[in-house]
């Protein structure tokens, strides 16, 4: 259906994808313009729409394609081998960076669409959604090794400190890509001040 979609030259792909995902994200399925996504991305709406089909198979089309996104660039390249958190941690927050260099609202969509209640769209998603619930938070952070921390500790207290602190750092860098028109961040900065941070929370919390 969206074969003269995903035919376009990716760098025009992504510009409308990339509005879309932010239009879909910040006002819900409902509530979204397409004249608002035909216009970020430069092209006239029936044009849009020679590509796109209608909005309600857009918007299917747009959640499928990030879950395909997400599976190959994010989820499948964590390796849920290593038990430190710290490792854990970064590598999923990297990862994350990574993504959200090229799609900046994927995540904001992606939550958008598990918890939208729009009638036009809810019954197509709910199959939809058993994809994500397979790729959980504790499906990623259950299995932590916990023998390195400091004795004395609550121990899950410890951890969801841990996980609030780095997720500050990580939606601070996101919210970045959002706002910014800088077309390119400096991924090893990035990296060598993340990497910074975590050696300063393995002081506090590891033996």
């Not at 399925?29 to 996504?37: G, K, R, Y």
């Not at 504790?138 to 299995?143: I, K, Q, S, T």
Request: net charge neutral; glycine share 4%.
């Amino acid at each position: 259906m969206f074969s003269k979609f995903m035919g376009l030259e990716p760098e025009r792909r992504d510009v409308v994808l990339n509005a879309a995902l932010k239009e879909f994200a910040k006002k819900g399925f409902d509530d979204a313009s397409t004249n608002v996504i035909a216009k970020e991305s430069g092209i006239s709406k029936p044009l849009m729409f020679h590509y796109v089909n209608n909005k309600k198979d857009f918007f299917l089309f747009l959640y499928d394609y990030c879950l395909d996104v997400l599976g190959r660039e994010y989820f499948d390249r964590i390796d849920i081998n290593e038990k430190d958190i710290f490792e854990r941690l970064r590598q999923t927050c990297l990862l994350k960076i990574q993504v959200m260099q090229k799609y900046p609202w994927i995540f904001d969509f992606i939550r958008v669409a598990v918890f939208t209640d729009s009638e036009l769209v809810k019954d197509d998603l709910v199959k939809r959604r058993k994809m994500v619930e397979t790729r959980s938070f504790e499906r990623f952070y259950g299995d932590i090794d916990t023998s390195r921390f400091r004795s004395g500790l609550d121990l899950e207290k410890a951890k969801q400190l841990i996980f609030w602190a780095v997720g500050g750092y990580a939606n601070q860098i996101l919210e970045q890509f959002k706002s910014s028109d800088i077309l390119e961040f400096d991924f090893e900065k990035i990296r060598t001040e993340f990497d910074g941070y975590l050696n300063e929370l393995r002081k506090t919390y590891y033996k």
